[in-house]
């Protein structure tokens, strides 16, 4: 099946595990909540999307972990003995929410300055497309390693179209189109310019057919997420009108 035009129609085959109408004017969320916890939850009439039972139910537990214990600022929330009743066209009502004592702490995320990452990419089509990106992987890592002084484990290694989402369990090694991509962690920008560049020079120096190539490089924000005391954090509120 080839590439389907804007606006065309898709064909009923076409694979979608979740068919819902009108992804591209999807209609967000909101809550009209009661004094006593419950709330019903709608969108705006006409807008793409659906709101059902088991959408709700879905979002319910998205990344929460324990439902009967998830932690938030004022309250340790208990869904556990929530249930959804549907009251209308995408009208759902929401009850059993319950709760326990705030948390000690507040759950925060902390940004910091995580180095450089340099990436470099090249396609490989045809015959023997992965034996190739293989071989040109263990030239640019090698490099890297010998000339360049950066650790193994500070370099990864993905084909995509061969496998690269399965992070190596499953490969396909007949793939006819294979994009090496390798990337490395560094603690400057002039470091970490290198691996675009050995992957470039697979041009010359790595096996036939290589194409497309590319190379980047970035400052990297990382993020890590803990719990801190209560009184380390002071909350300040603005209240900001518009006049018209």
Not at 96 to 116: D, I, Q, S, Y
Request: proline share 5%; net charge negative.
């Amino acid at each position: 099946m080839g590439p389907v035009p804007l606006g065309a129609q898709r064909s009923p085959a076409t694979p979608i595990t979740k068919p819902v109408k009108g992804m591209a004017t999807l209609g967000f969320p909101f809550a009209d909540v009661r004094a006593d916890g419950s709330a019903t939850f709608g969108k705006l009439d006409g807008s793409g999307g659906i709101l059902t039972e088991r959408t709700c139910a879905e979002q319910l537990l998205y990344e929460v972990g324990d439902p009967t214990a998830y932690l938030t600022p004022d309250v340790t929330a208990d869904f556990g003995d929530v249930a959804f009743d549907s009251v209308g066209t995408d009208r759902v009502e929401i009850t059993g929410a319950n709760g326990r004592e705030r948390p000690r702490e507040l759950k925060v995320t902390l940004g910091f300055r995580g180095g450089w990452l340099g990436e470099g990419q090249i396609s490989y089509a045809g015959p023997r497309a992965h034996p190739r990106a293989q071989l040109a992987a263990e030239i640019v890592v090698e490099r890297l390693v010998d000339v360049h002084g950066f650790a193994e484990d500070d370099i990864t290694v993905e084909f995509i179209g061969a496998g690269a989402s399965f992070r190596g369990l499953a490969l396909d090694t007949d793939a006819r189109e294979v994009r090496l991509r390798v990337t490395g962690r560094a603690s400057s920008a002039e470091q970490c310019d290198v691996v675009g560049w050995e992957v470039e020079s697979l041009y010359t120096n790595g096996p036939a057919g290589g194409g497309g190539a590319r190379r980047s490089s970035t400052e990297v924000l990382a993020i890590r997420s803990c719990s801190i005391p209560r009184d380390l954090v002071a909350t300040d509120v603005h209240l900001m009108e518009a006049h018209r």
